[in-house]
């Protein structure tokens, strides 16, 4: 099983709103990322987790805010964002930090 | 400048064409990985390569890795349109490092 799964698939929400992007993974890897990605451009990466520990930030607005509850589990919370913040959210994971990484299908998020 | 370099950027083809799509860096990677998008959807890993000369063959898609593995080659024989796709590589330096992505190549096949 390779799957990452990823939730919402869709989301719209509104600069003074909360919500939660989800991801899963069965694999049992121990790194997980989240990726932003906009039109026509490679993903970005946001942060990493590699052993449920946050590895990586890189520079990203405290608006967004990752969490970990466990070794399957990642969680992108969002508070207050912007028009611009509006893109194509992946999740991935792989057995570790270098190695090849499997993504989700990724949360289309808009910010109206 | 990316440290993974994609050629070309944008590739619009007739089916049935035979086509490559170019990887190269100034810095040697202990493995590189090339994925496929579609609009929408998150990347798909199709290949990693590990050793510097090798060659990866997938159906119609035939991946290399330059011989000093600072390169990377992805050609596709009569390419059909579900081939259409964002072609991804992307890179690790050495052990800890992040996996670095190319800019993307855009691949659109006519039918």
């Known amino acids: 099983d390779t799957e990452v799964t990823q939730t919402p698939k869709h989301l719209v929400m509104g600069m003074t709103n909360k919500k939660s992007l989800k991801c899963e993974q069965h694999?049992?890897?121990?790194?997980m990322y989240w990726y932003k990605q906009k039109a026509k451009k490679p993903p970005e990466l946001m942060f990493v987790y590699s052993y449920e520990k946050l590895s990586i930030n890189e520079s990203v607005p405290s608006r967004f805010s990752p969490e970990c509850p466990n070794s399957s589990l990642l969680n992108l919370h969002l508070h207050a964002l912007q028009p611009e913040d509006s893109a194509l959210y992946l999740c991935a994971s792989s057995q570790g930090p270098n190695y090849e990484q499997y993504f989700g299908p990724g949360t289309r998020l808009t910010v109206t | 400048t990316q440290l993974l370099e994609q050629s070309p950027q944008f590739l619009s083809i007739q089916e049935g064409e035979n086509l490559t799509v170019y990887c190269n860096s100034s810095s040697v990677f202990s493995s590189l990985q090339w994925y496929r998008q579609e609009p929408g959807e998150g990347p798909v890993l199709l290949v990693t390569v590990v050793t510097g000369g090798e060659v990866k063959k997938l159906k119609r898609l035939t991946f290399q890795f330059g011989d000093a593995r600072k390169d990377s080659s992805l050609h596709i024989t009569a390419a059909q349109p579900g081939d259409t796709g964002l072609y991804l590589c992307?890179?690790?330096?050495?052990?800890?490092?992040?996996?670095?992505f190319g800019g993307g190549t855009r691949l659109m096949v006519k039918p």
């Open positions: 992307a890179g690790a330096l050495n052990a800890g490092n992040m996996l670095t």
């Open positions: 694999m049992g890897h121990r790194a």
